[in-house]
């Protein structure tokens, strides 16, 4: 759910954006409730983060027409597609809201120095091998944008991400746990996010570094576009391809062999708690194995 949650997150982003500044109408209105529901029956922590988005783009855009009003109309047509997506939710709003404790109650068991967290965090080495070079690759996209004044919301929801995650890796505290509650208070989790900024920025220092090649020669620019798409086929395969796909594919290859989805220790562990547990008892379980946080065993 998390993997499909953040692939609509950018088609809902764009529609909602789109409904609230320059396409208000009553079906759009619709169509965008339509899709937050959505969303929000999917994976809610991407909710969470795609309305963080929107409010970055709707103030960036409030401040460059340096219009209060925009700002201000965005935000009423913004609470009338809430209102409808809320309408909507009610049936199921009883059951969000009792996961809340369940969010709450997930705490880390380490709290990190702030240097190793941040390096963490910003090589994103969590489940796969730290992606250095990417984020060097990014942050070199964030400098050109910043120094053309382009994309600044982009770059501070960067920032934001960044923040949250080592937040959650380095303190337990009332704030840390308040502002991480959408992602069980994992900085894991709170990255994964970044890939909405990674790729975005990623691709402006491609971007640049082609722009480069192809002005030195203008008489040539057969060559000089040649020589741009080596480039970029080349970074893309270094800094995001090589490695990865090689542990992907091991991942792949092992994943039945090494972790059946049912085996005779599975079939086992549903006996022993069908014999021993409440039939509505709650189980702790590896989320990375079995795909979910939380099995319900119903007693045998």
């Not at 991407?46 to 460059?64: G, T």
């Not at 969590?126 to 690759?137: E, G, R, S, V």
Request: glycine share 10%; proline share 3%; hydrophobic share 55%.
């Amino acid at each position: 759910t998390l993997i499909v949650g953040m692939a609509m997150l950018p088609v809902v982003l764009t529609v909602l954006f789109r409904t609230v500044t320059s396409g208000w109408s009553r079906g759009a209105v619709g169509l965008s409730a339509l899709l937050v529901f959505a969303l929000f029956n999917v994976y809610v922590s991407v909710l969470v983060f795609m309305f963080f988005l929107l409010a970055l783009l709707v103030v960036e855009r409030a401040w460059l027409e340096r219009s209060t009003r925009a700002l201000g109309t965005a935000v009423r047509r913004l609470a009338v597609v809430g209102g409808v997506a809320l309408g909507l939710s009610l049936p199921v709003l009883a059951g969000v809201f009792g996961g809340v404790s369940e969010r709450s109650g997930v705490t880390t068991t380490r709290v990190a120095p702030l240097g190793e967290a941040l390096g963490r965090v910003l090589s994103m080495a969590y489940i796969a091998q730290p992606a250095t070079w990417l984020a060097i690759l990014a942050a070199g996209g964030i400098a050109v944008m910043l120094w053309q004044r382009k994309l600044v919301a982009w770059a501070f929801g960067t920032v934001v991400v960044v923040a949250l995650a080592t937040i959650a890796e380095t303190s337990h505290g009332t704030i840390s746990q308040a502002l991480t509650l959408p992602w069980y208070h994992e900085a894991e989790r709170i990255t994964f996010n970044a890939i909405y900024f990674v790729s975005v920025f990623g691709a402006v220092a491609l971007a640049v570094i082609c722009d480069v090649l192809c002005r030195i020669d203008r008489r040539r620019t057969v060559w000089a576009l040649s020589g741009a798409v080596v480039v970029v086929l080349v970074a893309t395969w270094f800094v995001a391809g090589g490695r990865s796909v090689r542990e992907d594919r091991h991942l792949i290859q092992t994943a039945y062999r090494l972790s059946s989805l049912v085996g005779p220790d599975q079939i086992a562990a549903f006996d022993y708690l069908g014999k021993r547990m409440p039939h509505d008892g709650l189980v702790l379980v590896d989320g990375n194995l079995d795909g979910g946080l939380w099995m319900y065993a119903p007693r045998a």
